[in-house]
């Protein structure tokens, strides 16, 4: 580690450019034991493509729009953000980059930028000799240089450790869904029962959302008959890409809020547990209700919190925000992206 509490970068030199490098670069990608390994796609020279490719490595998809992912999905920063959200939130703390010689520098400082936002331990596969553009890009950053495949199998299994304290409580990596076949039918929300009526007394502010009971049950709370296993739906939302629009989608398919009412959502309206959300009934917050969570959605709400963290939004702005930017657009190419029916009105 070096005093800043950053793992120093890891050079792994292939001067002779020998598939048995990247094949152990290949094997050591395992989400699940926090290591991400990427291979960027060639010929891409979208600005955000290298963003894209992480999130791809992360199991996220990307929502269809035609000639352009949607205009998040478009800009570098946003889709960094998302990046760097998903990462915290999946533990991912070694990340391995292969072809790191064929990269842009712009793209190499990317990542570089990556590290010290996410606190992780990052490899480079560097597939010819030491060059002085190498020399150039790491001049001020710590780092070690590895030109050994035994020594560079040692290095790529390494875990890493992300920073700690970002994002919410109860952020161990959740267990592995049951696997539920997909049929792919469209999924239609079923009207949820009312929640928890707080009221407000006159001229007091709207609190946040209190304290619950936890739900443990990986099952949305008793809404009639439901065609659709919450597992299922579960699974969808985990593919999305954008952690906000995971996020609204999970609190709309719990309490049914429509895009307005999603865009009032605060910070503090989802409690420190991830157990319960408010829903304002209007910016008069007379009649607002508590829903509970159920522990499908905590991922996505961890990854929503991570988010707001790294972008300094403060816990009583808009948990959403942008969420109804050109009648809620993006959300609804992001819903139909994972055939999931969105209610624009309640």
Do not use: F
Request: charged share 20%; glycine share 8%.
């Amino acid at each position: 580690m070096t005093p800043g509490g950053l793992p120093a970068i890891t050079v792994l030199i292939d001067k002779n450019d020998h598939p048995d490098w990247t094949a152990a670069a290949h094997s050591a990608h395992g989400p699940a034991l926090g290591r991400l390994a990427i291979d960027p796609s060639p010929a891409n020279g979208t600005p955000a493509a290298l963003a894209h490719d992480l999130l791809y490595a992360l199991g996220k998809r990307l929502p269809a729009g035609g000639e352009t992912y949607g205009t998040w999905a478009d800009s570098q920063r946003p889709a960094w953000d998302a990046v760097a959200a998903w990462i915290l939130t999946h533990h991912i703390g070694h990340l391995i980059i292969c072809r790191t010689d064929r990269l842009t520098t712009a793209r190499q400082r990317q990542l570089l930028a990556l590290r010290e936002r996410c606190g992780i331990h990052l490899t480079l596969l560097w597939h010819r000799p030491v060059t002085p553009t190498l020399r150039t890009l790491l001049e001020e950053t710590p780092h070690h240089i590895i030109d050994t495949l035994p020594q560079a199998r040692i290095a790529l299994s390494q875990t890493g450790y992300p920073l700690a304290g970002t994002g919410r409580a109860e952020q161990q990596r959740p267990p592995e869904p049951a696997h539920r076949q997909d049929d792919g039918q469209w999924i239609t929300p079923q009207t949820p029962p009312a929640g928890m009526v707080i009221d407000r007394p006159a001229r007091a502010r709207c609190q946040g959302a209190p304290e619950l009971v936890s739900t443990r049950s990986g099952a949305p709370p008793p809404r009639g008959h439901d065609p659709t296993p919450a597992d299922v739906l579960a699974a969808r939302l985990a593919t999305v890409a954008h952690p906000l629009h995971a996020t609204a989608l999970a609190i709309h398919a719990v309490t049914g809020a429509d895009i307005s009412r999603l865009a009032l959502t605060r910070g503090i309206d989802i409690n420190e547990t991830a157990t319960a959300v408010k829903i304002h009934d209007s910016t008069a917050h007379h009649k607002c209700q508590v829903y509970p969570l159920p522990a499908w959605t905590r991922p996505l709400i961890n990854a929503a919190g991570s988010h707001g963290q790294l972008k300094d939004r403060a816990p009583d702005n808009p948990l959403l925000p942008l969420i109804t930017v050109q009648n809620g657009e993006q959300l609804t190419l992001t819903a139909t992206g994972i055939r999931y029916r969105l209610s624009t009105a309640r």
